[in-house]
């Protein structure tokens, strides 16, 4: 590992010396690029150095100790016994940030939750996945801004979509995504018998304007009147917008705000992180079928979790997590289910990377 970190060094450097350059600073995509780079790499080279620092005084100690009087050795294997321990910590946080980056990871993330199998009862459920959400993200001193919502008749969402902006958003968020199952009695059974309905949750990376290029004769543009529930107007002016991008056939709409420049605006914030999340995919479907494998399909048409309301209980079916305290999760207390997933992904990385 530190033969790999004196690489880094120099490359820290070099990347330093051209955040300076003119020309990059003139090149909004680059520098930003660069930008993330350059955080990466001095967080990296900067624990290597710790570690390397650790493992020169551990050797000076030893070296003392077979030298040093009675009195001193009691001393100088009790400062062994922490320096060793801080070269196995320093070690194993190494590993991981050598471990290859998501390139999400700085990025917000846009969710869309939408009532899926079960009617007004899917709908309901959108609604308490979006304010679980909501919680989590005021838990996490993160950010939330809905972009767009379109309410049930019972005060569901059959749709809304909502950007989350703060620290490690996307390391946490992205384990999100996928179909989401609800066991309970529904508001509208009358015979008190438990049904089984879903929500679907699509957690996409924010783009920035420098990351997807979009041309304006490549846009079609619509506007009209917005509705409310059930299709009635809710305003006498065209201000809903519907964005559709030709080439791709990605439609986004949007009629939230009553200014249809704002819609246009937030339209074109969806429509610029899809058309990054199709690139992604095409590139990592690319190279999968490169290595002979798929990998990261990211199906979300499998059911990742159950919310079983009479058993109190949380049961995450891809590492096997059951936990009984569905009250406190809904109310944004996903901590657990969300470090156990970071857990994972991070314990598949190591194991994959030993077996390179």
């Known amino acids: 590992m530190l033969q790999r970190i004196a690489g880094l060094e120099d490359e820290l450097h070099d990347v330093e010396i051209r955040l300076g350059d003119p020309a ?3 090149d909004p995509r680059q520098l930003a690029d660069l930008g993330r780079r350059f955080k990466l790499l001095r967080e990296i080279v900067t624990a290597g150095q710790q570690l390397r620092g650790a493992m020169e005084n551990l050797e000076v100690a030893r070296e003392m100790l ?14 062994m016994v922490e320096l060793e321990q801080e070269i196995e910590s320093g070690g194993n946080g190494l590993r991981l940030l050598l471990l290859p980056r998501d390139p999400n990871d ?3 993330v846009i969710v869309e939750i939408r009532g899926a199998a079960g009617g007004e009862e899917a709908n309901l459920f959108a609604r308490d996945l979006f304010d679980m959400y909501e919680a989590f993200a005021k838990r996490r001193g993160w950010r939330m801004e809905v972009l767009s919502a379109s ?10 979509t909502a950007l989350f902006a703060g620290e490690s958003v996307w390391t946490r968020m992205k384990h999100e995504a996928g179909t989401h199952r609800v066991q309970r009695v529904p508001v509208t059974e009358s015979q008190g018998r438990v049904h089984t309905s879903s929500a679907t949750v699509l957690v996409i990376p924010e783009a920035e304007e420098v990351d997807v290029e979009i041309a304006d004769n490549d846009l079609r543009i619509d506007t009209y009147r917005a509705s409310g529930p059930g299709g009635q107007s809710v305003n006498t002016m065209d201000s809903a917008v519907r964005i559709t991008h030709v080439p791709t056939g990605v439609v ?5 705000e009553k200014s249809q420049l704002k819609n246009k605006d937030k339209a074109l914030r969806v429509l610029r992180s899809r058309l990054l999340q199709l690139e992604q995919e095409k ?3 690319e190279a999968a079928k490169l290595r002979g494998s798929q990998v990261g399909t990211g199906d979300r048409s499998e059911k990742i979790r159950t919310y079983n309301f009479k058993e109190n209980r949380v049961s995450d079916h891809r590492i096997g997590l ?3 305290k569905l009250d406190r999760v809904l109310a944004g207390e996903l901590d657990d289910v969300s470090d156990a997933l970071v857990a994972e992904e991070r ?3 190591l194991e994959a990377d030993d077996g390179s």
Do not use: K, W, Y
């Open 347 to 349: 314990r598949s990385q």
């Open 283 to 285: 590139a990592a479907a």
């Open 24 to 26: 990059v600073q003139s």
């Open 106 to 108: 700085e990025r917000n």
């Open 66 to 79: 077979s030298e040093a009087d009675p009195a001193e050795r009691e001393e100088l294997r009790a400062e």
């Open 322 to 324: 059951t936990i009984h």
């Open 252 to 256: 986004v709409a949007m009629q939230d």
């Open 151 to 160: 309410p049930s008749d019972l005060g569901g969402f059959s749709e809304v």
